[in-house]
């Protein structure tokens, strides 16, 4: 075996945009610098709430600290007690708007999790009765019907009741 074969020499661009913060699409999108990508539903001095650009399911949303960190030992308090409640507040939401009775919340961190955006993200993720098995996701044979710029200005409306 030839010794290129075994280094993945087109991941070299991708790694180094991940460590280049410039770069980060959620800091664009928090600065206000990626409008046709900003599906922020929420905002303070501190965190955002936005709906997740590829959602896994309807209602899927992501709470991030404004700060660019990857982990989730980073944190400050204050930045700790806004997820917590925030996350707590958009449970109330989908619980009612959505009418969803379960969750998947959880963040992907580091390189090998599956996190396809280095800059620290919860998912909460509402997961309904009946829905399509995993391979239905994986294959693309899921369907999401609802426009997420449409479902980010009602919920930028909806959110309000909640907070
Ligand atoms: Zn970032």
Same mark, same amino acid.
């Given at each position: 075996m030839k010794w290129k074969n075994l280094f993945?020499? $087109?991941?070299i661009p991708y790694l180094k945009n991940k460590k280049n913060i410039n770069h980060c699409i959620l800091c664009e999108i928090i600065k206000g610098s990626c409008i046709e990508k900003d599906l922020t539903i929420y905002k303070n001095a501190l965190i955002s709430i936005m709906l997740n %650009?590829?959602?896994?399911?309807?209602?899927?949303i992501m709470i991030l600290p404004n700060r660019h960190i990857e982990d989730i030992r980073e944190l400050n308090d204050n930045e700790e007690k806004n997820i917590t409640y925030y996350t707590k507040k958009i449970m109330d939401l989908l619980e009612k708007e959505? $009418?969803?009775q379960s969750f998947n919340i959880g963040y992907n961190i580091g390189k090998f999790s599956g996190a396809s955006i280095s800059h620290l993200h919860l998912h909460i993720v509402p997961r309904y009765p009946n829905e399509l098995g995993f391979i239905d996701i994986i294959s693309g044979s899921? %369907?999401?019907?609802?426009?997420p710029t449409l479902t980010r200005d009602k919920l930028r409306e909806v959110i309000k009741k909640y907070i």
């Open positions: 993945p020499i $087109n991941k %650009l590829y959602p896994y399911n309807p209602g899927h959505y $009418n969803s899921k %369907l999401i019907v609802e426009d």
